[in-house]
């Protein structure tokens, strides 16, 4: 797992602007991020994630949005 003052980021691509249609893009992230911190004989990475404060940027792009999910506390960018 990773050590303390570590800071990890991950993002993914939604092709809509409309929050309702950001749901892949999210676990997408999510699952990259958990990636990153688990250890490589984990069998549940996303196990990482539970009560670990996390940043959420969404960026505007040309034709939807980006989703960048990190570790480090304020913007990610």
């Not at 809509?16 to 990153?36: K, V």
Request: proline fraction near 3%; aromatic fraction near 2%; include cysteine.
């Amino acid at each position: 797992m990773s050590e303390a003052g570590e800071h990890y980021s991950a993002e993914a691509e939604a092709s809509s602007r409309d929050p309702h249609d950001w749901g892949r893009a999210m676990a997408l992230a999510l699952t990259r991020l958990a990636e990153q911190l688990a250890d490589e004989d984990s069998e549940d990475i996303h196990a990482v994630l539970v009560d670990r404060p996390l940043n959420l940027e969404i960026r505007d792009e040309e034709d939807g949005v980006c989703i960048t999910v990190s570790t480090r506390g304020g913007s990610a960018g």
